[in-house]
Every structure is written in C-alpha cells, then in structure tokens.
C-alpha cells in the first residue's frame, strides 16, 4: 500500500461509548496511528437487537467510517463482533476487519490454569454463542458458561460504576454464575462487552482475587498491531496521532460520558453527529 494510504486512520466503532474502552488500548500501544471513531449512541445497545437488526446497523457504521477513508475496520464491539464479523469482512474486504471475540477467547484461553471460563457478556453476544465456540476451539477441554448482563451496559453509560449499590447488582449477576460451575468455580472470568471494563473495580470486589478479569481491548491492540506490520501499512508519521469522533446522536453526550471509557477528557465541539 502507498505512503498516503498507510496515514489513513484505523476505524473503530461500536454501540455507544464502550468501545472507547478499545480505542485506549489502540492509542496506547499506536500512538502515532490516527483513528477515527465512531459511536452508534443513536441505537445503543445493540446486545437487546436481533442479530439481524445488529448486522444491518453494524454494516451501516462500517460503511461510514469506510466512506470518510480508513485502511482497516475494528469493530470494537462484542455483539455486533459475535453476529456480524462475517458479514463485515464480506462486505468490506480486502480492508482489514478485526473484532474484538476472538482476541478476547485468546487472552481467556492463556489465563486460565484450571479450564474454568466464565463470560459476561450482552443477551445477544450470549445467545449467539461465540465466545463459546471461539474458546472451545482453542481450548476443548475448557468448561465455558457465559451469562448475559443487561444493566452492566446501562450503569457504565450512566457513569454508575462504583459503591454498594453497584455491587450489589454485580452480585446478583456473578452469584448465580459462579454457582452454575459446582463446587469448583472459575478462574477466569470475560467481560465480553466493552462497556463492562469501567465497572472493573466492583466487578472484581464481588468475583474475588482468585479470579482473574479478561477484557480483550489489549490483546485486539496487539492482533491489530500484528496486522498492520504485515500489511506493511503501520503509520511512518513520527508525530502523535489524531483521533476523531462520530456519533449518532447528541455530541454533547456523547463527549461527557465517553470521557470515563478514553481516560481522558472528550470536546464536544470534536464530536460530530452524522446520520447512518
């Protein structure tokens, strides 16, 4: 690929904010790649939708972020990841499309010692099964059992990701899940949604010390980090790279609780609202 094409930026979307969670990782192992975002805060979340409704909005957002000039398509979210990921790399190919599943199975796969992997996930990234199956191919022996956790999503885009009552719902989530495993329980456990990492604190108060939380916005840094050197289409600009924002509904939003994901302060006046 040319000079020109390797400075185009990588392109990230998901339901809401929670990707951003990804787009951290992404900056902080390629801080010289530039990046374009965007938020579907119009339609979030899509873990209630039908795997239809996901795959149509999910190719709506990649085909935006491929109009505005990308040279790969991450898809920094675990719903539309598990049900449209093929439909994606179709309709999109030969431009790189990475989603966030598989290297989330991966970083569960090499942290468990005992084979015993719990997912937290959306309805639909659990109902779909492909957590389950992308582990159990890289690990048959592994014991998986994945429970879906709608409000997680509601408290993280609220900004409630702290306290008793925060924790309490967690429990009442965790405590049906871990049980499900016996007398043994799990080791591991994946937040298959990128909403869930904000609530990693109350989330790893209730599961407890012996069991290790996997989110997959490193381990997809690093697969889209491997893809790029491949391609031989990584970024020679020595300086910082430039992050963009889109969104789908109220940039105001969108740049006050998308903050909390990024780390670091959003200006609404560099979000800009488009209509897919």
């Known amino acids: 690929m040319s000079v020109c094409t390797s400075s185009l930026p990588i392109g990230v979307f998901d339901s809401g904010v929670g990707g951003l969670t990804v787009l951290r990782a992404l900056r902080e192992l390629l801080p010289n790649e530039n990046f374009l975002y965007l938020g ?109 956790c709608p409000l997680f999503v509601g408290l993280a885009e609220e900004g409630w990701v702290e306290g008793e009552l925060v924790e309490a719902i967690v429990a009442r989530y965790l405590e049906p899940l871990f049980a499900a495993f016996g007398e043994v329980g799990p080791d591991t456990l994946v937040l298959g949604c990128t909403h869930f990492p904000v609530l990693r604190k109350a989330i790893s108060n209730v599961a407890g010390s012996a069991i290790r939380l996997v989110d997959s916005a490193e381990t997809t840094a690093r697969t889209v980090e491997n893809i790029l050197s491949e391609a031989k289409i990584c970024n020679t600009d020595k300086d910082k790279g430039q992050v963009s924002f889109l969104a789908t509904d109220s940039a105001q939003r969108f740049a006050a609780v998308g903050g909390s994901f990024l780390g670091v302060e959003i200006d609404t006046n560099d979000v800009r609202v488009v209509d897919l």
Not at 56 to 71: D, F, M, N, S
Request: proline fraction near 6%.
């Open 40 to 148: 579907d805060t119009a339609r979030v979340p899509y873990g209630t939708k039908s795997p239809e409704s996901v795959t149509k909005y999910a190719l709506q957002a990649g085909g935006a972020l491929v109009r505005e000039g990308i040279k790969m398509l991450v898809v920094a979210c675990n719903t539309a990841s598990a049900v449209s990921i093929d439909a994606l790399a179709a309709e999109y190919g030969p431009l790189p499309v990475v989603g966030v599943v598989k290297p989330g199975a991966e970083a569960a796969c090499a942290t468990t010692i005992n084979g015993k992997i719990a997912v937290i996930a959306t309805e639909s990234t659990v109902n779909g099964g492909a957590y389950q199956r992308t582990i159990c191919s890289m690990h048959p022996d592994a014991e998986i059992i994945a429970y879906p």
